[in-house]
């Protein structure tokens, strides 16, 4: 298993702009979330182009080295259960709280056609293992990146991605995910990981991202002994 150091930015100079944000670049949310307050720094990914995403939401107030330990053995245990998903590719990386989280990543080969967001049987098989494989981890927060690679317009790559996040979403919740745990948002071809310029390439940058990280509830539940 692959383990990133994510980079840890400025919270004012990552979500300067958030307010003006449309449903289509921000992607809509599914439910309310945590509504954790943001905190000083923010854990993030960085795509080959240079832009970031923040992971999860920071809970404004530091959180001990025992706490990230006790979080980080549920993650690393949890990421371990969910190594042999089909189709997925299974990471750990850091959140917003510089706690250890999940990156699952959905080839779009598996999940969908090309220029579609309707799910294919054999992305809803592997999305119906990751729901149970997730029941037993309720106190998680779910974010859920759409992308494509960049052929076609702006425009349209920004609904595309949305939809197949929202299709990812809408299947979870089918299979008895809650949808407050659940946030979208699409990615349109803002943060690839391969050249767009090759088929290969274009096929990576085609994913659909699920972020599992840890709300504030298991975080409490950590500090208080409990997890």
């Known amino acids: 298993m692959k383990r990133i150091l994510s980079v840890i930015i400025c919270a004012s100079l990552l979500l300067s702009g958030c307010g003006s944000m449309s449903n289509t670049g921000k992607g809509a949310a599914i439910g309310g979330g945590s509504g954790a307050a943001v905190g000083a720094g923010l854990g993030a990914i960085i795509g080959k182009d240079g832009k970031s995403t923040a992971i999860g939401a920071a809970i ?132 690839p990981v391969a050249d767009n310029s090759t088929i290969e390439g274009r096929l990576q940058n085609r994913r659909v991202e699920i972020y599992v990280t840890a709300n504030e509830t298991m975080i409490k539940q950590a500090q208080e002994g409990k997890l």
Request: charged fraction near 25%.
């Open 60 to 191: 404004g107030t530091a959180v001990g080295a025992g706490v990230g330990a006790v979080i980080g053995n549920v993650m690393d245990k949890k990421a371990a259960e969910m190594a042999d998903l089909e189709g997925a590719n299974i990471e750990t990386v850091k959140d917003a709280n510089g706690l250890d989280a999940i990156k699952v990543t959905f080839e779009s080969g598996i999940l969908f056609n090309t220029n579609s967001s309707t799910l294919s049987d054999a992305s809803k098989d592997a999305l119906s293992q990751f729901a149970k494989k997730m029941k037993d981890l309720p106190e998680t927060d779910l974010t859920i990146y759409g992308h494509t690679d960049n052929t076609g317009t702006a425009e349209y790559n920004d609904k595309l991605s949305v939809q197949r996040a929202n299709s990812v979403a809408s299947y979870l919740k089918s299979c008895g995910m809650a949808s407050g745990r659940m946030t979208v948002e699409g990615k349109s071809f803002s943060m």
